[in-house]
């Protein structure tokens, strides 16, 4: 368990770690079992390692089983519709459980529970049902919240508004023992028409620069090998911070530490993605030549709609440069299909940036309408016919373009980070490329967490199978 050092606020830090004290020595002797399901990014993940890191510290055992489980916690996201039912189907769901096991505590948090809509619901219909509602500014509280809960003995909600404090010099959890998400920046300013993030997740904070390189110090001492540094808009990490400082500088700051071997990033606007971030990108020999650049859509005229602040030629002349100066970059992206009023028209344009780019990989998205947003009052929805005919297309697209350029890297050796047994035979491992690309080898389980060369001898669509060559 590793703890996180950035001790912004003190006075909260110290209450948080008495209260955790205090539940361990309550609830010693029990044997307790904590259950967690995380949905939605990476961001989240993150949430739910640090969330994870508390239950332990109280004396709470993870389980896979849901029924085994004493708490229960989902971490909810609400980027898409979908995403947002499953929740619901999940809460309903509980009562059974709750009958079973009365003693039961069951809590959500995340991103959906910033929302009105979502609260009133939670509160009129699963009132038994649900314990403990936080959102996504106060996760560091869960021990004083679940202490709370304990003595009350009914639901307590706690919701704010707007980011107040970070407080992170709290226990974590990682679920990999040589990668690790570390965030450099919280929130999002942009207000995309058709994105809640800003709503739920607050403005942009910055860390400050000196504590995220002592936390990757920390974990590069723990055996952490790769750092996902993470923020919802990477590129303008440092804006209101008063030392003197970018994302390209931080990346050339963190490129410096020993011992860590790889640098990625999640996620990057095109509109902020300055020249000083592609050299840095070029010259840090541990940045990963891996650049994920979501487009949304290729329209110019639907990016203003989206209110994204680029054009197609902006994004296309970026991409050209990237390739250019970053030498054999993959290069990824998010693409919405269905927004209100996209034409026929504007899906070619999409599938025109499609074929210039020849993405390694595209993350592929039917729009959802979100309730806040500009984009769910601009009307002119696209049928859910045309919708799902255009996103059939954009697959065999963007499927044909991954398998052409996996099928040129046949012969090649390649870096791989390994990372686990492989999910469908356990004689292979599974690693991944600086590219990102996923590869299947033979090989000793003691080589999980190694950089190894993987000469690669077939090509698949979404993977690569290879040999290994030498351990480095
Ligand atoms: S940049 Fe746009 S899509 Fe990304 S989190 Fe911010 S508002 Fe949402």
Not at 43 to 59: A, P, Q, T
Not at 347 to 367: C, N, P, W
């Amino acid at each position: 368990m590793n703890r996180e050092n950035i001790a912004v606020n003190d006075e909260e830090l110290k209450k948080q770690l008495v209260t955790i004290d205090n539940l361990r020595y309550e609830l010693k002797g029990k044997e307790l079992f904590y259950y967690i399901e995380t949905f939605g990014c990476l961001m989240n993940e993150k949430d739910s390692e640090k969330l994870s890191g508390v239950l332990r510290e109280i004396g709470y055992v993870e389980t896979q089983s849901i029924k085994q489980a004493d708490f229960i916690l989902y971490n909810t996201c609400c980027i898409r519709d979908n995403a947002e039912r499953k929740i619901y189907g999940r809460v309903g769901n509980i009562k059974g459980l709750k009958q079973k096991k009365p003693d039961l505590i069951v809590s959500i948090c995340g991103c959906m529970m910033q929302q009105e809509h979502v609260l009133e619901k939670l509160q009129k219909k699963y009132k038994r049902e649900v314990d403990i509602i936080f959102g996504t500014h106060n996760i560091y509280k869960l021990a004083e919240l679940l202490s709370t809960r304990m003595e009350v003995g009914h639901q307590i909600i706690d919701i704010w508004r707007e980011h107040k404090d970070i407080v992170e010099d709290l226990p974590s959890v990682r679920k990999y023992k040589h990668k690790a998400a570390v965030n450099i920046m919280y929130g999002c300013d942009n207000f995309c028409s058709y994105c809640v993030v800003p709503y739920v997740r607050g403005r942009e904070r910055s860390r400050d620069s000196g504590s995220i390189i002592q936390e990757i110090k920390d974990l590069v001492n723990d055996g952490v090998k790769e750092v996902m540094l993470l923020g919802q808009n990477v590129n303008s990490y440092g804006k209101g911070l008063s030392e003197d400082i970018t994302f390209a500088k931080l990346l050339r700051e963190v490129n410096k530490i020993e011992g860590l071997k790889r640098i990625r990033y999640m996620t990057s606007h095109p509109k902020d993605f300055t020249d000083e971030v592609i050299y840095a990108i070029r010259d840090c020999e541990k940045v990963c030549n891996y650049v994920h650049l979501p487009i949304q859509s290729g329209s110019t005229k639907v990016l203003e709609e989206m209110n994204r602040k680029y054009t197609k030629d902006h994004y296309l002349n970026l991409a050209e440069k990237i390739k250019k100066e970053i030498d054999g970059v993959a290069i990824t992206t998010d693409i919405i299909v269905g927004f209100p009023c996209e034409t026929e028209e504007d899906f070619l344009e999409t599938l025109d940036v499609i074929r210039k780019v020849g993405y390694d990989s595209a993350f592929t998205y039917i729009y959802s309408k979100r309730t806040g947003t500009k984009a769910a009052t601009m009307g002119g929805e696209v049928s859910a016919e045309v919708i799902n005919e255009r996103f059939n297309r954009l697959i065999l697209e963007t499927d044909k373009i991954q398998k052409e350029n996996n099928a040129k890297r046949n012969g090649i050796t390649y870096k791989v980070l390994v990372e686990e047994l492989s999910k469908s035979d356990s004689k292979l491992l599974t690693g991944r490329t600086e590219q990102n690309i996923l590869v299947h080898f033979e090989g000793d389980e003691s080589l999980i967490g190694e950089l190894v060369d993987v000469e690669i001898f077939e090509t698949k669509g979404h993977y690569l199978n290879g040999k290994l060559k030498t351990e480095s």
